[in-house]
């Protein structure tokens, strides 16, 4: 998760809750149960596995060349231990062995000193395959950064295995984003490359999904108002324009009873100056050019001490709390892309 500006309170956002507010279009209840099938799915082991995978990958690389960014680096000394290319090949590598899906390719833009390469795979909907679900997460770290943001990659990837075993009516396009961390590079510059971009009809994007913590205290209320005082919930987040994939995200928690879960809404695209902790990942420039995306967090730097420094170690994570991140994940991602029975 990038953090370039300070920490306002959110001034403009609506905290809808610990429950689901009433979806402005009920759920099928006919798809409950392939859904719980598929959140079934989900493994742990799998996905701590990526997680440690990708840690070493990071260990492994030479940091990005700081002294692209100018004077930055003396304010933010995390921007010297960014590291990007080896779990962009990583991710790649993941995806290409999963013969289900249509295609795997990399996309490169280069521009202002700064080449991206986003990792982009496709499955085809059965239905309606012109319709498209992007489900994203950033691989460029700071340090090592087992939660951010190894967990958001690490669920795309488990994803990507699960969902490709049913059929659905949408096309489900598994992205990872290059540079988040210098200011959504690789998200930007591939929203700018849709066009009209009418064919992506939702977002779903990722980034910290494995740090909690009961304790009273340890989480930031700044992140919605009257949020929990504790760091053991999901945040799911979203702008007016998601405003009804966030109320269906918390309908199927209800149903399933996961997790302490809840749903943070942005006024407008989200671009009140108010909402600025909101857009901080790679939803941010689907929102502003007026697209449909959830954003779903363990809220990141609102609770993990080990955000954006050398702490963020696999010892914090939460394994049990993580999956059923994903599960719930799993489930609703299967729900907007129309599952077939």
Known sequence: MNRSFPRPMLLAAALLGASACAPVTPL???????????????????????????VAEHKSEAPFDCELLGPNTSVYPELCNLTHQKAGDYMQRRLEQLDRLDTVRREVVAKDLLTVSNVIAEYKGVKYPEEVIIISAHFDVYYAAADDNSTGVAAVLELANVLSHYKFDRTLRFVGFDLEELGYVGSHRYVESLGSGKEVVLTVNFDSLGYYNDTPGSQNTSLGLPAPSEANFLAVIGNDNSLERVN???????????????????????????????????HGPFWLRGHEAVFISDTAYFRNPG???????????????????????????????????
């Open 248 to 282: 269906e995200f918390m309908a199927l928690n209800e149903s399933f009873d996961t997790m302490r879960t809840f749903g943070v809404v942005a006024s407008g695209l989200g671009n009140n100056p108010g909402n600025a902790p909101l857009l901080r990942s790679d």
């Open 307 to 341: 955000y954006h420094n050398e702490k963020d170690t696999m010892d914090l994570l939460n394994p049990p709390m993580f999956r059923k991140a994903v599960q719930l994940s799993a489930a609703a991602i299967a729900y907007w892309a129309g599952v077939q029975p």
């Open 28 to 54: 099928d209840e006919s798809k409950l149960p392939v859904l719980e099938e598929i959140a079934s799915q989900i493994d742990q082991d799998r996905l701590m596995g990526t997680v440690t995978d990708l």
